[in-house]
């Protein structure tokens, strides 16, 4: 168990050093030239006109809800799909009335509108 | 005291087996993309360096080592700083339980961790918070619009992506990576109509989840340069590539894993069969790429909540009630 996990520890160091190594490697032999109009950000080579930071589009929004409750679904389903053919008949109606539900959650977000993008 | 050294000294080994495996992998995926586009397009594609410019890709990365990396004034350091690593951490952690066969009585996979596939799902996940800091981050307004384009169209081909997984787990009946390939020793679950739906499911979410083309609408060159990437150049470009392609790997991988058998095969030894199966799956994919032309955003959004979701939780249930029987 503890070996189990200390191999996921592992990667995830191995993956930091590899980035930040190539990163540094890079610091090292890369030359430095920086100039006002090359550190402009790129619009097509017009002079920037305002922050992209700005308000966007509502529909990002109900996109991330819905997926936010589906993913949190499939949680769900996860440990079932492992061992339903042992918990029987009961468990599977059980699970065909809670994907359901969640079903029926998506028609209402469809019929709303939610899905439509123009 | 001796054992823990020695299990240390290993895993180190492993680690830097699968790191320099990741490294060449990607290398040579660059390198064959470009060839593969070019003999479609009856072009020859790179042919100065090495054979059959075999070593364009280590070029690049001089190249590419050598660049000046630009910061462009007005990015928010944190986030464009982070970004590289949450392009490439994950994918190299999902390799923990990637099986890659065997070959001389030892297994080729780094730990089969009893959560396996959920795990791969978790990490997979990640890399969609790593192209929206790198939208936000450069403060640039195709990186954002690329950036936002890319969070939707992951986190919605997700579901379907998932739901197929769910599927192969089903069917197999355990979250380990090698007993889901010990599950298909008989017949490859491909050939079992359910899982030939969810094969199809997983291979279409996991172009888009890739953001390949037809679903490259987050890079679409055409509209918005080159997507959440723009502002990036020199290493940290390098390391967004090698994000990119490496998860294509791991996509191939995964469905050569769930799907079509994993190392299991007839005469060569294991660990062939397993590359032959994801390195067909990722020229597949570079095939689809070059023939297809992209989708809208409404096309694209419409498709994945309206077709593909419906159809994979249709097939989840057919798929329980025949395995119920």
Redesign the interface.
């Known amino acids: 168990m503890i ?2 996990y ?3 520890g ?3 160091v ?3 050093i ?3 190594g ?2 540094a ?3 090292f ?6 100039s ?1 109009e ?7 080579g017009e002079v920037i006109k305002g ?3 700005i308000q ?2 509502v ?2 929004y109900l ?2 809800l ?2 936010v409750v ?2 949190v679904e ?1 949680l769900f ?2 440990p079932w ?5 042992e918990l029987g ?1 009961v468990a ?1 109606v059980e ?2 009335v809670f ?1 359901g539900v969640l ?1 029926a959650g ?1 028609v209402y977000a ?1 019929k709303k509108g939610a ?4 | 005291m001796i054992i823990p050294v020695l ?1 240390l000294i290993i ?2 080994i ?3 087996v ?2 320099g495996f990741i490294a060449v992998s990607a290398m040579f995926l660059i390198w064959w993309e470009r060839k593969v586009s070019a003999h479609i397009q009856t072009r020859y594609g790179p042919m100065r360096v090495g054979w059959h410019g075999a070593l364009q890709s280590v070029a690049d990365v001089i190249k ?11 990015v928010d350091r944190l986030s464009w700083w982070l970004a ?2 949450f392009a ?6 999902v ?2 339980c990637i099986p890659f066969g065997n070959i001389f009585g030892i297994e080729l996979i ?2 089969d ?2 959560i396996g596939i ?2 791969i799902m978790a990490l997979t996940s990640i890399c969609v918070l790593g192209i929206f800091m790198a939208g ?1 981050g ?7 619009l690329g950036g ?1 384009r890319s ?2 169209q992951i ?2 081909y ?2 379907p992506l ?2 197929a997984m ?2 192969a ?2 069917f197999a ?3 380990s990576m090698q007993k889901i390939v010990e599950a298909q020793k008989g017949l490859w679950f491909v050939f079992q109509p359910n899982m030939a739906i969810a094969f199809a499911i997983f291979i279409i979410a996991g172009t888009a989840e890739v953001n390949r083309t037809p679903f490259d609408i987050p890079e679409a060159e055409s509209e918005l ?1 080159a997507g959440f990437h ?2 990036y150049s ?3 470009f ?2 967004f590539f090698l994000g990119e392609y490496t998860n294509m790997f791991v996509i191939s991988a995964l469905a050569a894993t769930l799907f079509l058998g994993g190392w299991s095969g007839p005469f060569l030894p294991p660990v062939i069969w397993f590359l032959i199966k994801t390195y067909g799956l990722v020229t597949f994919m570079m095939w689809i790429r070059w023939t297809l032309p992209r989708v809208r ?2 096309q694209l ?2 498709f994945a ?2 077709v593909l ?2 159809v994979s ?1 249709a097939n ?2 057919v798929a ?2 025949i ?2 029987k």
């Not at chain 2, 590419?64 to 007005?74: C, H, Q």
């Not at chain 2, 490439?88 to 952690?93: E, F, S």
């Open positions: 070996a189990d200390g191999y996921v592992l990667f995830l191995f993956g930091i590899f980035v930040a190539a990163l490697v890079s610091w032999l890369r030359p430095r030239a920086p006002p090359k550190n402009s950000c790129y619009e097509c922050g992209s930071w966007f589009n529909r990002y996109i991330a819905i997926f589906f993913d499939i389903l996860i799909a492992v061992i339903f053919r008949f599977f699970m065909v994907i079903i998506l469809w899905l439509e993008w123009q | 299990t895993m180190l492993v680690g830097a699968v790191l590419l080592l050598l660049k000046e990396n630009i910061t462009p004034s007005g590289p690593f490439v951490v994950p994918v190299v952690m390799f923990v780094a730990r961790l009893n959920l795990y936000w450069s403060n640039n307004k195709y990186s954002l936002m969070a939707a986190v919605s997700e579901i998932v739901l769910v599927t787990v089903m009946g355990s979250l340069v723009t502002e020199g290493m940290k390098a390391m955003v409404d959004m419409g909540w309206k979701t419906p939780f989840l249930i329980g009630w395995l119920m």
